[in-house]
């Protein structure tokens, strides 16, 4: 299994949660239930943020870690699937 | 403001390439019923709506849908890929390349470019919401044809996944279409805009 590609699905997995859990909050901001579960999966992303940043480079270049090399011109980029 | 993440909503692995498809496909781009169209008519529509709920509604809708827009060019982009000038002048995606080569421009499924004409942004509150609904059901629609077109389990797999979200996109849209409608003064019966009252 490709460390890698095990992290950046965890983390793809994560922001699902989260951005499908905050459009259920934007009518129903008030439910206790879907708070806690976006706080869960939040705290999950953050953990897998960090260690695939710190691995493997940067999904935002806010991610920048003063690195010699500006790490964001590299690619695949999202939309350049090739098999690996 | 918007930060660009570098990742896909939903991953986009395809690995025949089917310029035909491709020309069926970027009409979730640049169509009717696109992509395109779903964010900007959000995005356009959050400065005139009166609910602070459905601003965020629109907002975080209209920013996934750019996510999604991304996602379909990134299909048409992989059928795309390494074709021969037979494959190109067989499977009718010449007139698409005499312009674009294997570029990605919006246009629909017949080649007419993106149009703002195919969205509105009213600045009535219950318009918009309505025009909403609607364009989520006709986008699963276009998703619904597009399935019955394809058999690539690879193209299909992220088909299904945006026809998904249109029907999510769909139920949140009738929410706040009801905070607004339950909202309306009482004197408002017929539904009349919420949001411009003339100055006196």
């Keep these: 299994m490709n460390d890698q590609k095990t992290l950046l699905s965890r983390i793809a997995t994560c922001d699902f949660v989260l951005h499908e859990t905050a459009l259920f909050l934007d009518t129903h901001p008030d439910c206790a239930e879907a708070l806690a579960f976006y706080k869960k999966h939040l705290e999950m992303r953050k953990k897998a943020e960090e260690e695939y940043t710190e691995r493997f480079g940067m999904l935002t270049h806010r991610d920048y870690n003063g690195q010699n090399t500006w790490q964001w011109t590299e690619g695949p980029w999202p939309w350049e699937y090739e098999e690996v | 403001m918007w930060v660009y993440e570098k990742k896909l ?40 709506m009166p609910n602070d709920k459905i601003k965020a509604a629109l907002t975080d809708i209209g920013t996934e849908e750019l996510g999604h827009m991304e996602m379909v060019s990134s299909i048409v982009h992989q059928l795309t890929r390494n074709l021969s000038m037979s494959e190109i002048e067989k499977s009718g995606f010449a007139p698409y390349f005499v312009d674009h080569t294997v570029g990605i421009y ?21 318009a918009d919401l309505h025009e909403d609904m609607g364009a989520e059901q006709k986008a699963r629609k276009t998703y619904d044809n597009i399935l019955n077109l394809c ?11 945006l026809r998904e979200r ?22 408002n019966y017929y539904a009349f805009n919420p949001a411009f009252i003339p100055r006196k």
């Design chain 2, 9 to 48: 909503q939903h991953p986009v692995k395809i690995t025949r390439t089917d310029p035909a498809m491709a020309k069926i496909i970027i009409t979730q781009l640049g169509g009717p019923d696109g992509e395109l169209g779903a964010s900007m008519r959000y995005l356009n529509q959050r400065y005139a």
């Design chain 2, 106 to 126: 919006p246009v629909d499924a017949t080649g007419n470019p993106w149009t703002a004409s195919t969205i509105q942004s009213t600045g009535d509150p219950i």
């Design chain 2, 151 to 161: 058999d690539d389990p690879d193209v299909r797999d992220v088909i299904k996944f």
């Design chain 2, 166 to 187: 249109e029907i999510v996109h769909y139920q949140r849209f009738g929410e706040s279409l009801e905070h607004i409608l339950s909202g309306l003064d009482k004197k």
